[in-house]
C-alpha cells in the first residue's frame, strides 16, 4: 500500500500501461511537455517522447477523430480532454465515430480509445468550464462510461479502460484531483461494468457518482447517528448501469435516493430512476427521490454555485423524510 | 512556392495555350480553371496499367448506372449519391496506391472508391441492397461502406468527419515507423471529400496537423463545383482550394480531375513524398458530377451549358481515347472489357438479390467489440 493522490494513481495507471503496451498513447492539449492542465501525465513524454505522448494543437474534433483513426489501424489512444466540456467541440466524433462506427461497419472496426478529462462543477469555474456531460453523451450508443472517485479505483479503471476494446469515456473530476489514499501495489484493475459497495446497510441505497460520493459519505455520518444505515453504491459505470448490483440492494432496503451532480432534466439519474421503476417497481417501499443539481448555468458567484448542486445536508433530508415515511 | 505553382509559373511564362472560347465562359468559372489548367505532359502508361485502369472506371460508371435502376425499381434506399463523371479521381489515386496496404477513407459518395480499392462488387451491391453480405453486413448502407479487409476506413456520411480518421491512419504509419521502430510502416492513406467540405474546420485542422508532423496522407479533393446546390463560387473566398495548402507549408496541386493519367501522375508523386517522409500534399481534382446530388435530387440548378462542357471531358472516354490512339488497345478489346463488366455486374445484383438479410436476432450484433 502506498499514499497516492489522485492524479498520480492516474498517471501511475498510464504510465504503466504504456510501458506494458507500445501501442498505449496519449494525445491531447498540454499532455507533453507541460504534463496535462491536472498533472496526469506529467514527465511521460520525457519517458515516451513526442509521438507516444503528443501534445496537439487545439483542435478537439480533428484530434478526437484522429484517435479514432488511430485505433481504427492498431492504436490504443488516450485522449485528454483539458477540461471535458470541451468535449462538445468532438461531439460528433465521439457519438458518430467512437460509439456507432463499430455497428455500421458490421463489425469490420473496433476502437479501443478512452476519453479522458476533468469533469463537474469545479469551484467557481463558470457555466462553461462545468459542465456535466455524461449526461449529454449518456444516449450515444457504443460507449462504456465510467466516473472515478478515489485513488484506488482510478487507478484501476484506468488500466481496464486502456485494455478494453471498445471507446471509454473516463470522467475523473476537477476537485478529486489532490484525493489521498493509500492504493494497494503493483498491478491492479477493476471492473468497468461494476459498482461500487462503499458501505453495506439496511434502510436506504443511495445511488451516486463521481464527487457527490463524498458529500454521500459527509451525510452517512450524520445519518448512523440518527441511526439511519444506508447502503451507499458509486455507481463508477454510468453506461451500462450495474442494474444486478443496485436490484440487490433495493430488494434489500426498499428505499432509494439518486444524488447526481449533473442537471435534473435528461440526467444520469433520469435514465437510472426509469430503469429502477421498471425493475424493482414492486420492490419499493416509497417513491424514489432524485437529488440533482438545478437545471441552470453553473453561475460564478459561490454562494449561488453551491446552490445548484447539491449539499450534504440535502441528502440527509431527504434520507431522514424517507426513513420516516413522509416521502 | 509549391512544385505546382512554380509549373503553373512557368507555364504562363512559356505562354501556354490559353482554350477558354466562349463556351467556357458560359459553362462557368469552373471550367474556365479547368481549359486554363496547364496542359500536363501526357504521362506515359503500359498497356497493362492503362488496362487496369480503364477497367476500373467501366466498372465504377456501370455499377452506379445500375445502382440507379436499382433504386428507382426500389431495391435499395435512403441516399444513395453517384459518384458518375469523377472516376478518374478514385481511379487515380487509389490505383497510384497499395491495394491492401495503404488506407483509404471515403464520405457518403462512396462506391466507387470501394470498388477502386478492391471491396469486391458483389459486397457493395449486396451492402446497398442491406444484406449480410455486403461488406458492412447490411447495417451501414450506401453512406457507410467500410472493409477492414481492403484497408477501407470507411464512408462518412457527416461533412468533414472522415478527413481526421484518415489522419488518424496516417498518424498510425508515422507512430509505427518512429516509435515502435518498425521502418516497414509506409502505408499512405488518401481521405477523399468534395469542394463543399473544405469549408468545414476539420478540413483546416487537419491540413495543420497533417504537415505540423509530416504525416503520410493525401487530401484528395474533389472539386465537382456543387455542394447539393451550393455553387462554389458562393461558398468560398478562395475558389482555387490547392493553394491553400501555402498556408500549411504543404505541397499542393491542382489537376485535371477528368484525366486518370494526370490525376495518377500527380497521385504518383504525392505518394512519393509520403513515403519519403517528407509529409501530405492537398490535391485538388477538378471534375464533374453528372447526375444530381443524390438519386433524390432534381437536379434542376446546374446549366445546361455546364452539363454539356463536362460532359465532352468524360473522362473514361478520353482514357479509351488515349489508349487506342496510343495503339495499347483496340476498340473490340474495351467493348470486350465493358462487356465483362456488365456480366459481372449483373452477376453481382443477382447474387445482391439472392443474398440473405441480416437475422432479426442479431440486431444488437457488432455494438461491442466482443461480438
Ligand atoms: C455536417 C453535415 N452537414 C450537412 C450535410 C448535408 N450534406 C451532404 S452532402 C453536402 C454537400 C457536400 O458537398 P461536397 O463536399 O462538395 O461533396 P460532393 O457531394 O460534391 O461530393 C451536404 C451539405 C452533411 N452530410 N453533413
Ligand atoms: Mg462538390
Known amino acids: ?327 | 512556392m509549391t512544385q505546382a505553382d512554380m509549373s503553373r509559373d512557368l507555364a504562363a511564362a512559356s505562354g501556354a495555350p490559353s482554350c477558354s472560347a466562349d463556351a467556357t465562359h458560359v459553362a462557368g468559372p469552373h471550367a474556365e480553371r479547368l481549359e486554363n489548367l496547364y496542359p500536363a505532359t501526357p504521362a506515359a502508361v503500359t498497356r497493362d496499367e492503362g488496362l487496369v485502369l480503364y477497367r476500373d472506371m467501366v466498372l465504377g460508371r456501370r455499377f452506379e448506372d445500375k445502382c440507379a435502376e436499382m433504386y428507382y425499381r426500389g431495391k435499395m434506399f435512403g441516399f444513395v449519391h453517384l459518384y458518375n463523371g469523377q472516376e478518374a479521381v478514385s481511379t487515380g489515386v487509389i490505383k497510384a496506391m497499395k491495394a491492401q496496404h495503404d488506407w483509404f477513407c471515403s464520405t457518403y459518395r462512396d462506391h466507387v472508391h470501394a470498388l477502386s480499392a478492391g471491396v469486391p462488387a458483389r459486397e457493395v451491391m449486396s451492402e446497398l441492397f442491406g444484406k449480410e453480405t455486403g461488406c458492412s453486413k447490411g447495417r451501414g448502407g450506401s453512406m457507410h461502406l467500410f472493409s477492414k479487409e481492403h484497408h477501407l476506413l470507411g464512408g462518412y456520411a457527416f461533412i468533414g468527419e472522415g478527413i481526421p480518421v484518415a489522419l488518424g491512419a496516417a498518424f498510425t504509419s508515422r507512430y509505427k515507423r518512429d516509435a515502435l521502430g518498425d521502418a516497414s510502416s509506409d502505408a499512405v492513406t488518401a481521405a477523399f471529400f468534395g469542394d463543399g467540405t473544405c469549408n468545414i474546420g476539420q478540413f483546416y485542422e487537419c491540413l495543420n496537423m497533417a504537415a505540423l508532423w509530416k504525416l503520410p496522407i493525401l487530401f484528395v479533393v474533389e472539386n465537382n463545383k456543387w455542394a447539393i446546390g451550393m455553387d462554389h463560387n458562393r461558398a468560398t473566398s478562395d475558389p482555387e482550394i490547392w493553394r491553400k495548402a501555402a498556408a500549411f507549408g504543404m505541397a499542393g496541386e491542382e489537376v485535371d480531375g477528368m484525366d486518370v493519367l494526370a490525376v495518377r501522375a500527380a497521385a504518383q508523386r504525392a505518394v512519393e513524398r509520403a513515403r519519403a517522409g517528407e509529409g501530405p500534399t492537398l490535391l485538388e481534382c477538378l471534375t464533374y458530377r453528372y447526375r444530381g446530388h443524390s438519386l433524390a435530387d432534381p437536379d434542376e440548378l446546374r446549366a445546361a451549358e455546364e452539363k454539356e462542357f463536362w460532359a465532352k471531358r468524360d473522362p473514361i472516354q478520353r482514357l479509351a481515347a488515349q489508349l487506342i490512339d496510343q495503339s495499347l488497345a483496340t476498340v473490340d478489346e474495351l467493348k470486350a472489357i465493358d462487356k465483362e463488366i456488365d456480366a459481372h455486374i449483373a452477376d453481382c445484383v443477382e447474387f445482391a438479390l439472392a443474398a440473405p438479410e441480416p437475422k432479426p436476432e442479431e440486431l444488437t450484433r457488432y455494438i461491442w467489440a466482443e461480438d
Open chain 1, 1 to 327: 500500500m502506498a499514499e497516492t493522490l489522485l492524479f498520480n494513481a492516474l498517471r501511475e495507471a498510464i504510465d504503466e500501461e504504456m510501458a506494458r503496451d507500445p501501442h498505449v498513447c496519449v494525445m491531447g492539449e498540454d499532455v507533453g511537455q507541460y504534463g496535462g492542465s491536472y498533472k496526469v501525465t506529467k514527465d511521460l513524454y520525457d519517458k515516451y517522447g513526442e509521438l507516444r505522448v503528443l501534445d496537439t494543437p487545439i483542435a478537439e474534433n480533428a484530434f478526437t477523430g484522429m484517435a479514432v483513426g488511430a485505433a481504427m489501424t492498431g492504436l490504443r489512444p488516450i485522449v485528454e480532454g483539458m477540461n471535458m466540456g470541451f468535449l462538445l467541440l468532438a461531439f460528433n466524433q465521439i457519438s458518430n465515430n467512437m460509439g456507432m462506427l463499430r455497428y455500421t461497419s458490421g463489425g469490420n472496426f473496433t476502437i479501443p480509445a478512452v476519453v479522458r478529462g476533468p469533469g463537474g462543477v469545479g469551484r467557481q469555474l463558470g457555466a462553461e468550464h462545468s459542465q456535466r456531460l455524461e449526461a449529454y453523451f449518456h444516449a450515444v450508443p457504443g460507449i462504456k462510461i465510467v466516473a472515478v472517485s478515489t485513488p484506488t479505483n482510478a487507478k484501476g479503471l484506468m488500466k481496464a479502460a486502456i485494455r478494453d476494446n471498445n471507446p471509454v469515456l473516463f470522467f475523473e473530476h476537477v476537485l478529486l484531483y489532490n484525493l489521498s489514499e493509500d492504493i494497494p501495489e503493483g498491478d491492479y484493475v477493476c471492473a468497468l461494468d461494476q459498482a461500487e459497495i462503499v458501505r453495506e446497510g439496511k434502510d436506504v441505497t443511495i445511488l451516486t457518482y463521481s464527487r457527490m460520493r463524498h458529500h454521500c459519505l459527509k451525510a452517512v455520518e450524520q445519518l448512523s447517528q440518527d441511526g439511519i444505515d444506508v447502503e451507499l453504491i458509486d455507481l463508477i459505470s454510468l453506461k451500462p448501469f450495474d442494474m444486478e448490483t443496485i436490484r440487490a440492494s433495493i430488494r434489500k432496503t426498499h428505499k432509494v435516493i439518486v444524488v447526481e451532480e449533473c442537471m435534473k432534466t435528461g440526467g444520469i439519474g433520469a435514465e437510472l430512476l426509469a430503469l429502477i421503476t421498471e425493475q424493482c417497481f414492486d420492490e419499493l417501499d416509497a417513491r424514489p427521490v432524485r437529488l440533482s443539481s438545478q437545471d441552470i448555468p453553473t453561475p460564478y458567484n459561490g454562494t449561488l454555485e453551491n446552490l445548484t448542486i447539491i449539499q450534504p445536508h440535502q441528502i440527509v433530508e431527504a434520507a431522514r423524510a424517507l426513513q420516516s415515511g413522509q416521502i
